[in-house]
T-cell receptor
């Protein structure tokens, strides 16, 4: 089955620690995205990547870092510089061919709680 | 900049009632429009989409029509079920050929009761 996997589903960390969230896709999509969701709010874009070894900041990139060494993988690191890291994190992917409507497919999410 | 405005929730309906969730947008250019649904504790699933003016997206009894003149994409369903209880997000993208950022509304929670 094709899809996007995120692990773990729940993650707990102590304040001041860096933590890396995993995102893997087997849809052969070029583009991948990370969003943050807070209660009662829409999704906000953290980082996105159009191709391997390339990525761009989204609207709220401060305190986060990413890498894109493989097409299938786009891990997100939440650093100690992120002031309020407790949130639900969603990874997504999409094709990038011109003429398509760029529908994004989402993973199940990781809920990060910083204690 | 681009933005999406949704009606505030929660929306509480009885089963078999008619549903409308309003969505309006502001965009530079001609966006594609989407409705995504999120069930408790899960990621988002695409519910329906429309890529140009007057297109109607439909899925699972839900419908939305891309109205360029009113910059709207209201979600409707004729008869809701308890299983439709979820959060619904309206979104737009101006993509094509590159990674396309989705701009989301804040979401509308729907609660359907027996």
């Amino acid at each position: 089955d094709g899809g996007i996997t995120q692990s773990p589903k729940y993650l707990f960390r102590k304040e001041g620690q860096n933590v890396t969230l995993s995102c893997e896709q087997n849809l052969n999509h070029d583009a991948m995205y990370w969003y943050r969701q807070d209660p009662g709010q829409g999704l906000r874009l953290i980082y996105y990547s159009q191709i391997v070894n390339d990525f761009q900041k989204g609207d709220i990139a401060e305190g986060y870092s990413v890498s894109r060494e493989k097409k299938e993988s786009f891990p997100l690191t939440v650093t100690s510089a992120q002031k309020n890291p407790t949130a639900f994190y969603l990874c997504a992917s999409s094709i990038t061919n011109r003429g398509f409507n760029n529908e994004q497919f989402f993973g199940p999410g990781t809920r990060l709680t910083v204690l | 900049g681009n933005s999406v405005t949704q009606m505030e929730g929660p929306v509480t309906l009885s089963e078999e009632a008619f549903l409308t969730i309003n969505c309006t947008y502001t965009a530079t250019g001609y966006p594609s429009l989407f409705w995504y649904v999120q069930y408790p504790g899960e990621g988002l699933q695409l519910l329906l989409k429309a890529t140009k003016a007057d297109d109607k997206g439909s899925n699972k009894g839900f419908e939305a029509t891309y109205r360029k003149e009113t910059t709207s994409f209201h979600l409707e369903k004729g008869s809701v079920q308890v299983s439709d209880s979820a959060v619904y997000f309206c979104a737009l993208t101006l993509g094509g050929g590159t990674a396309s950022k989705l701009t989301f509304g804040t979401g509308t929670r729907l609660q359907v009761t027996l």
